[in-house]
């Protein structure tokens, strides 16, 4: 994906984490958060980990790799970021193929193993410190052992622990204001990011975003070693990183990994709000004489 309408802002944007309670749909300040209710620990919280590699050749599919980093997240969902050796076979072009930077999807554990479906199965011999010796057994049957170094992860909280996770869409909410006029509507379930850009052009608003067939929006991800990660229906996946601007008020930043990624909003900002179990995602944007607030209602 190069573009998209679910991060409205440009990269500086902000999202603010804060309680909530249901009769402040209408508030978009962002006050000094407070603690939210703890929300029940996503799978595999104890495994998440990310770690790097030294220098290695895998082979897989026939194609020769070299493995940089291996992320195994709080929801159960891998990322191996590498690189194509020369002489592999010709790249493809999708996010989740393997010559691409990197291969994305699920994992499951058993023991101390974990099997990234369809790429490989890593087991954690031990560890000491931040160092993990662990051996990887590729697909095509070859095992490496190696050491590994484990990223230092976000500081654990309510806060972080409730925002660390893959969150599902269950609705999204469009409010477009033109010259003092106010239209809204709800998007029950995934994000389909081409049916908010076509109800934006009947609200009169100009949308430069490219948008590629099949753009649902399934899933958001923020994880402890500071990865964001944005899931499609069509398996596609934009990649980025957070942190903490200040957690004292609840603010963090993010920025992509793709150079390309880009919108056509500006002065954008977000809220995001904890109610039970549940995560409120709100952007707002303004450009010209337009205000657009979109609402996302996230589940776990």
């Known amino acids: ?91 493809v072009t999708r996010d989740n193929d393997i010559d691409t930077d990197h291969k994305i999807g699920r994992f499951t554990k058993s023991g101390n193993s974990y099997n990234l479906a369809g790429y490989a199965t ?23 052992e190696l050491n590994a170094t484990a990223a230092t992860p976000r500081t654990s909280d309510t806060m972080t622990d409730n925002l660390c996770r893959t969150w599902n869409i269950e609705n999204t909410r469009v409010t477009i204001e033109v010259d003092g006029v106010t239209a809204g509507r709800d998007f029950p379930g995934t994000c389909d990011l081409n049916a908010i850009i076509a109800y934006a052009k009947e609200r009169g608003l100009t949308i430069t975003d490219r948008v590629e067939d099949n753009s649902i929006v399934t899933g958001i991800t ?47 900002a977000a809220a995001v709000n904890f109610d039970g179990s549940k995560c409120r995602l709100t952007l707002n944007a303004a450009l010209g004489t337009y205000k657009v607030q979109i609402i996302y209602t996230l589940i776990p």
């Open 1 to 91: 994906m190069k573009s998209n309408l679910l991060f409205m802002a440009l990269t500086a944007m902000t999202l603010t984490l804060a309680s909530c309670s249901k009769d402040d749909d209408n508030n978009n300040s962002s006050p000094t958060p407070e603690q939210p209710t703890t929300i029940a620990a996503p799978q595999y919280k104890d495994d998440a980990v990310k770690l790097t590699l030294p220098a290695n050749t895998f082979t897989i599919d026939g194609k020769k790799i070299s493995v940089q980093a291996l992320e195994l997240t709080e929801s159960g969902i891998f990322i191996v970021t590498y690189t194509k050796v020369a002489n592999s076979r010709v790249a």
């Open 122 to 144: 890593v087991t954690i011999n031990g560890k000491s410190g931040t160092t993990y010796n662990i051996a990887v057994k590729t697909t095509d049957g070859a095992s490496t």
């Open 222 to 268: 923020f994880t402890k070693a500071g990865t964001f990660l944005i899931s499609y229906r069509n398996d596609d996946n934009d990649l980025g990183k957070w942190n903490w601007a200040s957690q004292a008020s609840g603010t963090i930043s993010y920025g992509w990994d793709d150079d390309d990624m880009g919108n056509s909003l500006e002065n954008g």
